[in-house]
Nanobody, 132 residues
Framework: QVQLVESGGGLVQAGDSLRLSCAAS????????VAWFRQTPGKEREFVAA????????YYVESVKGRFTISRDNAKNTVYLQMNSLKSEDTAVYYC?????????????????????????WGQGTQVTVSS
């Protein structure tokens, strides 16, 4: 069992930066796939960024490419989401997710986990509000 706790959310102005943290406890998750999702009222939880294996590629939703960076510190059992040049449309509750199962791979490579159902463990969420 893995427990995830997010922190770092808050109220900022458009153009500002925030760094979200997700601390994992219970098991070492260096081999876990990790990701960030976000959700606004009345909408489904959407994928934001993923790092599906330590040292592997990172993946981002198009709307945050070039502004957000996902990273992990396995020694601290922590995942980060650095968010720069924030926009009002980034306002949401941000959730950290982790999953221990290996990615699906084929001869052309391994496929990132981009869907909520692919992750077994979730944090409680942290609110990010960007005022314009």
């Amino acid at each position: 069992q893995v427990q995830l706790v997010e922190s770092g959310g808050g109220l900022v102005q458009a153009g500002d930066s925030l760094r979200l943290s997700c601390a994992a406890s219970g098991r070492t998750f260096s081999s876990y796939a990790v990701a960030w999702f976000r959700q606004t009222p009345g909408k489904e939880r959407e994928f934001v960024a993923a790092n599906n294996w330590s040292g592997g590629n990172t993946y981002y939703v198009e709307s945050v490419k070039g502004r957000f960076t996902i990273s992990r510190d396995n020694a601290k059992n922590t995942v980060y989401l650095q968010m720069n040049s924030l926009k009002s449309e980034d306002t949401a509750v941000y959730y950290c997710a982790a999953d221990p199962s290996p990615p699906k791979c084929s001869g052309s490579g391994c496929y990132p986990k981009l869907e909520t159902y692919e992750y077994a463990y979730w944090g409680q969420g942290t609110q990010v509000t960007v005022s314009s």
